[in-house]
């Protein structure tokens, strides 16, 4: 028999009462009246996502109006917004439980492309790709670099060339290719009754969806880790590491949380209970635990990104600004018309 709030219900391996289906959104407010919890979830998420949005916009006209540079101005706005998205597709899967599965996947689409976006602000700290290849040129870029290098001691280190960098963006900018294809992909899949979020079975498109999703966010957070170590030295002024800390904890909340809450709900430790009886419920609480995660860190997100200091630097030396290759134009004016070597670094 089909229960209004929850859906249709199934047996399980694990429990054999819990509705397969989400409610609808109709649904869930016929008898919200009944599940305070529900209602408690959704008026602090509400307030969150209000709140989060409020500042975004704030932060967003702070930075259009101080920040002279237009590239580092776009991408400091893209990173402004990872967590206030995170809060309005998770409340859309709150108010929609079954939009749940898109919301979180339209979620991670967007860190995609934001951690590209935060690569191309470590460059523009840089001066641009001329300025990098120069100031780089001798430093040594270790392979040896979690999440996959650190478990071969063996591997060597190579010079920054135009190819290896070539090689590093590429491999950071896969991750922002391929996430919304398998979007696309999974959508096409989920409406066609393929794509059962939390099934682990080999013959189900959830399994290699995520197998997918994570060898290319693992390449690309590889790739961005070993830029990240090899630039902290030159870019000590722009106050890389804590900027560095907040996209990785987006990392880790968007793309690899929801992966161990499906095991958790398949193995039962996330009971088939209230707030979200279903056994798509890993969808459902990670919705919520985004919004809660979102409001904790997302004040550090404005404290290194929504400023002048740290975002406006300019290097400075002894001399002319030295040119890569000929024909190479001048480095940026905000930079000023000195030469690299002995950097000091001083806040505009």
Known sequence: MRDVMFGTTTKTPLNDTCPDFDPTAGELFETIGDHPGVISILVVCT???????????EAAHYVASTIPYTDRRNCIIWILGIYPVFCLTSLLGLYIPRS????????S???????????????????????????MSNIEVSLRSPPIGCFFPCLPTFKMTEKNLLRIKIAVFQCALIRPFVLFVTEVLWLNGTYVPGSLASDE????????????????????????????????????????IVVQL?????????????????????????????????????????TLESAIIFPFVLKFFRTRNGNIVSILGNGRVKEIKEGASLLRKSYSSSSISGNTYVTL
């Not at 709140?51 to 975004?56: A, H, K, P, R, V």
């Not at 995609?112 to 120069?134: A, E, K, R, T, W």
């Not at 958790?264 to 919705?287: A, E, G, K």
């Open 100 to 107: 749940a599965v898109l919301c979180n996947l339209t979620a």
């Open 47 to 57: 307030i969150i996502t209000i709140i989060e949005c409020i500042l975004f916009c």
């Open 250 to 290: 987006a990392l880790i909340c968007s793309n690899i949380q929801i992966i161990f809450l499906g095991i958790l709900v398949l193995t039962d430790v996330i009971p088939c209970d209230d707030p979200f009886p279903t056994d798509s419920r890993h969808n459902r609480w990670q919705c919520l635990i985004l």
């Open 205 to 244: 498109a959830f399994l290699y969806v995520n197998i997918i999703t994570l060898t290319s966010t693992i390449i690309a957070i590889y790739a961005f880790i070993m830029f990240y170590r090899a630039s902290r030295e030159p870019l000590h002024g722009f106050k890389l590491t804590p900027k560095f």
């Open 109 to 135: 689409v967007y860190f995609s492309v934001c951690l590209y976006q935060f690569f191309v602000l470590i460059i523009d700290y840089y001066g641009g790709h001329d300025s990098i290849l120069l100031q």
